[in-house]
């Protein structure tokens, strides 16, 4: 997936596990999206409100992962969906928890769904100010 260059920020902002390419400036890249949207304010309020609604959903099925394949599943889903909105860290960030071995790691996994719920708060309030969704 091709991601516009952006400027980093301190690493105490992005945990560890993630790779430095994870450090973005904004939490979500709006022009990214724009590309897919054409610039049609309504379509990407819809999409973000729809992401918004769904990211709860999808770390309740991360947190109630009981296997390796339920943890993989739900933190590639988190994973596209975010990159698909331009939520380029937050997606970095489930893409290092899709990495972990749930069963060996398990301490690390409920590290990573600490990270992936800051991550997610910091998404959501930045789209939430952006596009005035309540």
Do not use: N
């Not at 991601?3 to 022009?31: C, H, M, N, W, Y």
């Not at 296997?67 to 997606?91: E, N």
């Not at 928890?97 to 769904?113: N, V």
């Amino acid at each position: 997936m091709h991601r516009a260059p952006s400027s980093t920020i301190g690493p105490e902002a992005v945990p560890a596990f993630v790779e430095a390419d994870a450090k973005l400036s904004d939490p979500v890249d709006f022009q990214h999206l724009r590309r897919y949207t054409f610039g049609d304010q309504a379509l990407e309020k819809e999409i973000l409100s729809l992401f918004l609604g769904q990211l709860p959903e999808t770390i309740a099925t991360l947190r109630s992962a009981t296997s390796q394949k339920d943890w993989k599943v739900a933190a590639h889903t988190l994973k596209g969906s975010c990159r698909a909105v331009g939520a380029f860290r937050l997606g970095d960030i489930a893409q290092a928890a899709e990495r972990l071995d749930f069963a060996a790691e398990s301490e690390a996994c409920a590290d990573a769904i600490l990270s992936i719920e800051s991550g997610a708060a910091e998404a959501g309030a930045f789209i939430r100010d952006t596009y005035q969704i309540a």
